[in-house]
């Protein structure tokens, strides 16, 4: 039975297998549900009326209190039957993580519970798939148990996961791996390519220089064994259409690729093109402007 002391309990620890939240209808803030975990990619979702009346009017009281509040960017989770509820988070919780940092502890045990009410079995049931007793059991799911190679096998026998999945969440056990961003990021500087000089006429153009720019050819190329230029050596030469084509002469194939462009493809074509002609009319208009 829940009993408020379990209740709280289960709410201080949102990534534990037994996590509870509060959450309030998005229309109607007098509707008041409990959320619970439900299996891999599921959330048991029930009517704060449907438990014990101690803990309808002990989380009442705290939504009135303000330990359990919303927070101004929370997103809704849809419920069905055409209802949606915002998730309330417990201050106590906030205060407990670093003000740099939203990271919480991950638990080793809380995929393997996602699949054992996944697949709606028992802890008895599990837990002699497992060979633990019902005190190991208690400790594995409370990430208190050494996790042995024995008990991988058995945990990749049981759920069919790989073994190398188990090993990695052992790692993030061991090493402490608290969770939150999985990404970092650092500023790097590139190099762009912002003018081009044709080594054939001299034609010097810059990247909003509209189509000339864009149908400049570049080649650069590594010679290899048997190169006239010389093994090894880097060839390179930048030329503008107009020498392109008179020094490739009639050896020069042209085809219309057109035909064979998707819908979507052309029509990216058309705003490319609607856009470069855009830029050159307003570079038009502002040097009008400045002479």
């Known amino acids: 039975m829940l009993t408020i002391g379990k209740f709280k309990a289960r709410l201080i620890r949102p990534n534990h297998p037994d996590w509870l ?9 007098s509707r008041l549900y409990i959320l619970g975990n439900g299996g891999m990619s599921n959330i048991n979702c029930a009517p704060i009326e449907s438990f014990p009346e101690e803990i309808k009017n002990y989380a009442i009281e705290m939504v009135t209190q303000g330990e359990l509040y919303l927070k101004g960017n929370e997103k809704s989770l849809r419920i069905g039957q055409g209802k949606s509820i915002y998730s309330y988070t417990l201050k106590q919780i906030e205060n407990l993580l670093p003000t740099s940092s939203t990271t919480r502890k991950i ?3 809380s995929i393997f519970i996602r699949w054992q009410r996944s697949h709606q079995l028992s802890d008895e049931h599990v ?3 497992l060979g633990l007793t019902a005190k190991e059991f208690h400790q594995f799911r ?3 148990l050494t996790i042995t190679p024995d008990l991988i096998k058995k945990l990749v026998e049981i759920t069919g996961v790989s073994e190398q999945f188990w090993k990695n969440r052992e790692d993030q056990k061991n090493k402490g791996f608290r969770g939150g961003i999985m990404k970092t990021f650092k500023t790097v500087t590139m190099q762009k390519v ?5 080594d054939g006429c001299g034609l010097e153009v810059n990247a909003d220089g509209g189509y000339e720019f864009q149908e400049f050819i570049s080649i650069n190329h590594y010679c290899g064994y048997g190169s006239i230029h010389g093994d090894g050596k880097k060839i390179d030469i930048d030329l503008c259409q107009q020498c392109f084509a008179d020094m490739c002469g009639d050896t020069l194939r042209a085809t219309d690729e057109s035909n064979k462009l998707t819908q979507e493809e052309k029509a990216v074509r058309r705003i490319r093109l609607n856009v470069a002609i855009f830029l050159m009319r307003f570079t038009n208009q502002k040097l009008k402007h400045v002479s």
């Open 107 to 109: 638990y080793f045990s």
């Open 127 to 129: 837990q002699e798939k």
């Open 194 to 198: 912002t003018t081009l000089v044709c």
């Open 142 to 144: 409370e990430d208190e």
């Open 21 to 29: 939240l509060v959450g309030v209808d998005t229309k109607d803030d």
